[in-house]
């Protein structure tokens, strides 16, 4: 168990739609990644936040957003999904100044 | 910009035999490395992890890996195969303090064969 809580851990829903994905990270950990996987793609990384601010982004395409509460977590906001969003969405974490992220189970996004 | 190439995207061994997963980089500034493995249905757990101390890293499961800067390469090794280390392995990348997250290569899928 590396400590990053992710909800729901398998979704399903149609095109067109929205869904809203959930991450606690450790304890105490200030930085949260998001990351998509796919078996066409591989690990694609998504965004970074870091106590609240953005810190980085990757191949995050305008449809996806994301945000980190003042409590740290975050949210992965799809909408208008397709069917090529279908993937596993992993949250991580990972401690400030530190250098090794943790991951999370992920989050098994299908869109029908 | 960084990148990692994993050579061979599936590799069979025998159990008991020595397991090699082959991981390059590239980096324009010194690399901190990492092992991710990804049983089936499960999320990534750390194997272990380069961040410019001992070039002889040591993980869990009994893998451990060798930074060798002049052939910039981060080889995963394992002396003897087990049933259990079935599963996708990830090398990854990154420039420090995870900044900018990792860079994957596309994984290895480790068969074991009995």
């Known amino acids: 168990d590396s400590g990053v809580t992710q909800t729901p851990k398998h979704l399903i829903t149609a095109t067109g739609q929205r869904v809203t994905l959930r991450c606690s990270p450790r304890?105490?950990?200030?930085?949260v990644y998001w990351y998509q996987q796919s078996l066409d793609q591989g690990l694609q990384f998504l965004i970074q936040y870091y106590n609240g601010e953005e810190r980085a982004k990757g191949n995050i395409l305008e449809r996806f957003s994301a945000q980190q509460f003042p409590d740290l977590h975050s949210e992965l906001n799809l909408s208008s999904l397709e069917l090529g969003d279908s993937a596993l969405y992993f949250c991580?974490?990972?401690?400030?100044?530190?250098?090794?992220?943790?991951f999370g189970e992920g989050s098994w996004l299908t869109v029908v | 910009a960084q990148s990692v190439t994993q050579l061979g995207s599936h590799v069979s061994v025998s159990e008991g035999a020595l397991v090699l997963l082959r991981c390059n980089y590239s980096s324009s500034v010194p690399p901190y490395l990492f092992w991710y493995v990804q049983y089936p249905n499960q999320g990534l757990q750390l194997l272990l992890k380069y961040t410019s101390a001992a070039t002889l890293v040591k993980g869990i499961n009994g893998f451990e890996a060798e930074f060798k800067k002049s052939e910039t390469s981060f080889h995963l090794t394992k002396p003897s195969a087990h049933m259990s280390d079935a599963a996708e392995y990830f090398c990854?990348?990154?420039?420090?303090?995870?900044?900018?997250?990792?860079?994957f290569g596309k994984g290895t899928h480790l068969i074991i064969q009995p």
């Open positions: 304890s105490g950990d200030l930085s």
């Open positions: 991580a974490s990972s401690p400030s100044g530190g250098n090794t992220i943790y």
């Open positions: 990854a990348v990154t420039s420090g303090g995870g900044a900018d997250g990792l860079t």
